[in-house]
């Protein structure tokens, strides 16, 4: 790629418009043959991302790039919802990464070729993060929990509890300022009460609300000890003796991987002879709450 192409998309965090690659003497054909290769990436017309960065991108840097391709190409607007909470650097479960989300000057809400228009709502005022314009890291929060659900409220409202870049009062003060009607307070107010800075990750958040769901007492980052000292924090307690861990970990791979799996396994076997039960969930079991329910159950029934 020219390295005129590479300086531009470098300044602009990877992305860039047809404008911008015209100013820089490439032409339509030009442009064509880098988006064969694979060198440039069209992600809206008239945007383009580098190629290289778009293929290994999450899901939420993709929806990263999308925002601040559209933001480049309406100076006007300010992310908002996901596409706020994502440049905010906030996980997302539950919701689209394919559309992004803006506050601007539209009179009422509509979709547009991908494109959520909201009207600006009164007297939030945006922050600029790493060069874009977005609503404050509250706002954010209120709107996915809004519009997407409990669930993808409380993993962004855990996340920036436990990173310390919001509280509480500031969530209830900006569900205030976007004059919520009582169907979404409502909604609000249980993200507000079931959330917990203690977990910090997707996987955590979605299993504690799981465990609840189940009806069970769960507490979080639990210290545990044993007669020779500390074995270790744990992912949830529930009850006295049932330990539920969440691992996010696909493969133990490579030499680190290997000493992480054997740590793990000791600390395990310390928990197991302490008189705990021990219940691992992965990935795949989040999204079947029947066979998790099973296996928490056998295991209280075990410690009991």
Known sequence: MDTRIRALLTANGQICTTGQLDEADVDELTLARLVRRGALVR??????????AWREATPEQRLVLRTRAVLMDRPEAAASHMSAAVLHGLPIWGGSVARVDIVCSTPRRRLRSGIGLHPWPAGITPVVVDGQPAVPVPVAVAQVCV???VVPGLVCLDRALH???VTIDAVAQAGDDLALGPRAWRRLELVME???AACESVGETRTRVLLTDFGLQVRSQVAIRDEAGF???VDFLVGDRVVVEFDGMVKYDGVDGRRAL???????DRLRAAGYVVVRLVWADLDRPERVFDLVRRALRQAA
């Not at 992600?43 to 290289?52: E, K, P, Q, T, V």
């Not at 054997?262 to 395990?268: G, H, L, N, Y």
């Open 231 to 233: 074995v270790g924090r």
């Open 147 to 149: 519009e997407h659900g």
């Open 43 to 52: 992600i809206r017309r008239g945007l383009f991302a580098a190629g290289s």
């Open 262 to 268: 054997q740590q793990e396994k000791a600390r395990e």
């Open 194 to 196: 079931g959330s917990d």
């Open 163 to 165: 990173e310390g870049s």
